[in-house]
């Protein structure tokens, strides 16, 4: 089972909310990874967990958040978003973060900014 | 600076053609590579990957590509394409000793029945 499944499917919210997107994976894998994907681009890193501590944020603004709070889950908290924040979130998660490493993406969490 | 380049941005073909994406990359050591599908409205799945080995990499639905060291090329072949193919095609690098994955800007295929 390759399977990383991400909730809600669609989001849309105005630019005083607060949201959180969830991610989960039952897979055994140690390390989770957070991408922005705009239409017709490849996608962009923001956040790798390893072992649930984070240690790559890609200089992403503070009105993203993330959380790792097991090794099969991963949030990304929204706040005071702004509409160019609007695109596909995917998740991913791979066996560890030390090379050789295959990458599996969920479906993704398509955002709307207002 | 590690960097993974795709020659088309988009490619448009017949079905029963030939295909041939182009796959470029620029890495100082040892490089893992891969190459994703995204077909409309679905996310990224995997469609073959090479760490190390026989150069030519079979993956699914047909697809192989080969790793020509010399030429610093990963290019995604399918002998015969179908309308089910039509979709955006990334090539990723990793480099040796990490997971984080740098993406080519992808390629837009259209085949038409």
């Known amino acids: 089972d390759t399977e990383v499944t991400q909730t809600p499917k669609h989001l849309v919210m105005g630019m005083t909310n607060k949201k959180s997107l969830k991610c989960e994976q039952h897979?055994?894998?140690?390390?989770m990874y957070w991408y922005k994907q705009k239409a017709k681009k490849p996608p962009e890193l923001m956040f790798v967990?390893?072992?649930?501590?984070?240690?790559i944020n890609e200089s992403v603004p503070s009105r993203f958040s993330p959380e790792c709070p097991n090794s099969s889950l991963l949030n990304l908290h929204l706040h005071a978003l702004q509409p160019e924040d609007s695109a596909l979130y995917l998740c991913?998660?791979?066996?560890?973060?030390?090379?050789?490493?295959?990458?599996?993406f969920g479906p993704g969490t398509r955002l709307l900014v207002l | 600076a590690q960097s993974v380049s795709q020659h088309n941005h988009h490619v448009i073909l017949s079905e029963a053609a030939s295909l041939e994406l182009g796959c470029n990359y620029s890495?100082?050591?040892?490089?893992?590579l891969f190459w994703y599908v995204q077909y409309p409205g679905q996310h990224l799945q995997l469609l073959l990957k090479?760490?190390?080995?026989?150069?030519l990499v079979k993956g699914i639905k047909g697809f192989e590509a080969e790793f020509i060291k010399s030429k610093f090329s990963f290019n995604l072949r399918k002998p015969s394409v179908q309308w089910s193919d039509t979709a955006e095609y990334f090539c990723?690098?990793?480099?040796?000793?990490?997971?984080?994955?740098?993406f080519g800007k992808g390629t837009m295929l259209l085949v038409s029945p």
């Open positions: 991913a998660s791979s066996q560890g973060v030390k090379g050789m490493e295959t990458q599996y």
């Open positions: 897979m055994g894998h140690r390390a």
């Open positions: 967990y390893s072992y649930e501590k984070l240690s």
């Open positions: 890495y100082g050591g040892t490089v893992n």
């Open positions: 090479y760490f190390s080995g026989d150069p």
């Open positions: 990723a690098g990793q480099g040796s000793g990490y997971s984080t994955l740098t």
